[in-house]
Every structure is written in C-alpha cells, then in structure tokens.
C-alpha cells in the first residue's frame, strides 16, 4: 500500500474517522448496558442474567477496543496469529482472576480481609424491615455492629489518613489537599455541626471542595454522628 493510501493529505490515518464513530457508539452500549440489566433485574427478578449482560457488555467492548488498538496503532495488523495469541491469552487471564477474586467479593470476605461496610448495609437493610429471601440450607445473616474507627480507616483514612492528617494516599492527588484535622486552625472555623454537615451532605454544601462528597446515602444519622465524634478526637487539645 502506497503512502498516499495509507494516509490522507492532513497526515491523519485513514481509518481515524472511522475508529472515532466505532468509539462512540461502544461509549453509549457501555452507558446503556448497564441500565437495561437493572432494568431487567428490576422486571424479571432475575439476577443473573442482568450480570452476564453486564459482564458482556463491559468485557466485549474491552476486548474490541483492544482488537482497535492492535490492528491500528500498534502496526499488527498483518500480524494475526500473534494478535489472536494476545488475545486468547488476557482473556483466560482475566477468566482466572474473576474466577479467584468474584467468590470472596460476592461473599464480602476472604482469607486476610472483610468488607465491614457491605456487611454493614446488609445488617441495615435487615433492620429496616426490608424482606429477604432465604434458601432453607442458607446461614442466617448475622448482625455486624458499626465500629467508627474501623469504619472511618475503610471509608476516610484513604484521603483524611488513619490519624487524621489529611496525608492519606488519594489525598496527595488531590486539589485542594484534604485538611489535617490535628490542625488548631482547622477548628478555628469550625465546630460539631459543620463536621455533621459535612459528612451528611458533602463539602460543597458549605461551600468547601465537591471532591469531599455526601455519605448520608451510606450511613444513616447515628452512624454519622458517630463519625463526627471520631473526627473530634484528632482536635488539639
């Protein structure tokens, strides 16, 4: 193929156009994909046809967006058994790993951890009153009581840090910095109720920074005042 055919006057590839459209009709399939699995599991009650339909969707736009990007950018095209290698090899890849880590997921627990916020919210609806079904050969759920230290080390520590210091690990990424709570001027303009305020509805509802965002739809009131306690416990004397 001459250099004229491969490209076009501009020095763009011919097939950029063409990759470009590729890409916005799998953005909206990516959008829309999960919406309808909702949409069956709300009609049907049917879960698992809702999270194959998921995984489809997620996992085959993946792997053709990968296809995409070794036929036209990464100059394989001609090289069709080595990309079909590639291929078959990172989906058994992935089939290991799903296969491994979905089960202790599913579970909310593994070998070396647990999820103490799902098992939270499964204890809260329960409370609630909300119906569930349980198999007769299926343990009964067991009651996980809300431990704010715990919570706060799974939920805040990864911006605000474990004591409070705003040096957690997402924390250094972020603009602005999160806030030392260990810091005299921190409280110079702030008092219980703000810390509430915040944590109900998020930082921008005080007009702080939106990257702080509202965790009432997680934590119900008590839970919340609990959290604003532990925040107060890193206050300088």
Same mark, same amino acid.
């Given at each position: 193929m001459s250099d004229h055919q491969e490209h076009h006057d501009d020095g763009h590839h011919v097939n950029y156009f063409k990759i470009y459209i590729i890409l916005l009709v799998l953005l909206v399939i990516s959008v829309v994909g999960p919406i309808v699995a909702d949409v069956i599991r709300e009609v049907t009650g049917v879960a698992?046809?809702?999270?194959?339909?998921?995984?489809?969707?997620?996992?085959?736009?993946?792997?053709?967006?990968?296809?995409?990007?070794?036929?036209?950018?990464?100059?394989?095209?001609?090289?069709?058994?080595?990309?079909?290698?590639? @291929?078959?090899?990172? @989906? @058994?890849?992935?089939?290991?790993?799903?296969?491994?880590?979905? /089960?202790?997921v599913m579970n909310h627990e593994g070998n070396n951890w647990r999820n103490v916020a799902a098992e939270a919210a499964v204890a809260r609806g329960i409370d609630s009153g909300e119906e569930e079904v349980v198999e007769e050969d299926t343990a009964p759920a067991v009651?996980?009581?809300?431990?704010?230290?715990?919570?706060?080390?799974?939920?805040?520590?990864?911006?605000?840090g474990s004591e409070g210091l705003g040096d957690g690990p997402a924390g250094a990424a972020l603009d602005p910095r999160p806030a030392s709570f260990?810091? /005299?001027?921190?409280?110079?303009?702030?008092?219980?109720?703000r810390i509430v305020q915040v944590i109900t509805n998020g930082a921008a509802s005080v007009g702080g920074s939106p990257l702080m965002v509202a965790w009432s739809a997680s934590f119900d009131e008590g839970q919340i005042q609990e959290f604003a306690d532990y925040v107060q416990t890193f206050r300088p004397n």
């Open positions: 698992w046809v809702a999270t194959l339909l998921t995984l489809v969707t997620a996992f085959g736009i993946a792997v053709y967006k990968a296809k995409l990007v070794i036929e036209n950018f990464m100059h394989l095209k001609w090289e069709k058994r080595i990309m079909k290698w590639m @291929l078959t090899t990172s @989906l @058994l890849l992935m089939a290991l790993m799903f296969a491994g880590i979905s /089960p202790d009651e996980v009581a809300f431990d704010v230290e715990s919570m706060f080390n799974i939920v805040c520590a990864t911006c605000h260990a810091d /005299p001027e921190f409280w110079e303009t702030r008092d219980r109720d």
